[in-house]
Every structure is written in structure tokens, then in C-alpha cells.
């Protein structure tokens, strides 16, 4: 009995030995895949990230040419208005001739 339970012992230390390298084995296996998950995590969270900036600082620049576009609209009617009153005033002073000579300067070929 007592060789018998020495055997049994040693197949015991023996299993227990290799399971110990086995946990040790999938311990490392596991490290490896987790820093790796870890990595492609951040990796990609860092890419979402700077897609996330460059999203921002494209809205921005929109809305800052969309800014400056309704500011050149703003101007670009105002001479239109200009020009028009100018046309205007031009027309009816060249229609009174004899009170005064304006239409020497012909100011609008030189505007357009």
C-alpha cells in the first residue's frame, strides 16, 4: 500500500508539474492577447480620435467659409446697389445736360 501511494504521489506531482507549465503557458498566450487587444484598442481608439479632430476642424472651416460667403454676398449686393444708384444718378444728370456736364466722366466703364 505504502509503494502505491508513493506512486500515486509522484503521478501526482508529475500532473501537477505539467499543468503548472500549461497555466503558466496560456497565462503568457493570455498577456500576449490581451496587450495586443490592448493595443489594437488604443490603436484604434487614437484613430477614431484624430478622425474625431480633423471631423471638428473641417465643421469649423465650413462654417467659417460658409461665414465669409454670406459676408462677400452681403457686399457684393451693396455694390450691386451702388452701382445701380450711381446708374441711376448718372442717367438723370445726363438727361439735364444743359445744368450740368457729368456724362464726360463716364465713371462705369472703369467700375466694370
Not at 484624430?50 to 461665414?67: G, W
Amino acid at each position: 500500500p505504502r509503494k502505491h501511494l508513493e506512486k500515486l504521489k509522484f503521478d501526482n506531482e508529475k500532473t501537477l508539474l505539467r499543468l503548472r507549465e500549461e497555466k503558466a503557458k496560456f497565462q503568457a498566450e493570455f498577456e500576449n492577447m490581451k496587450y495586443s487587444g490592448e493595443a489594437k484598442l488604443s490603436s484604434g481608439q487614437r484613430i477614431l480620435e484624430d478622425m474625431q479632430a480633423k471631423l471638428e476642424e473641417c465643421d469649423s472651416s465650413t462654417t467659417d467659409s460658409r461665414l465669409k460667403l454670406e459676408r462677400m454676398d452681403r457686399i457684393l449686393l451693396n455694390v450691386k446697389a451702388g452701382i445701380e444708384h450711381l446708374l441711376i444718378n448718372s442717367y438723370h444728370l445726363n438727361c439735364r445736360k444743359d445744368k450740368v456736364q457729368f456724362a464726360s466722366l463716364n465713371l462705369l466703364p472703369t467700375i466694370m
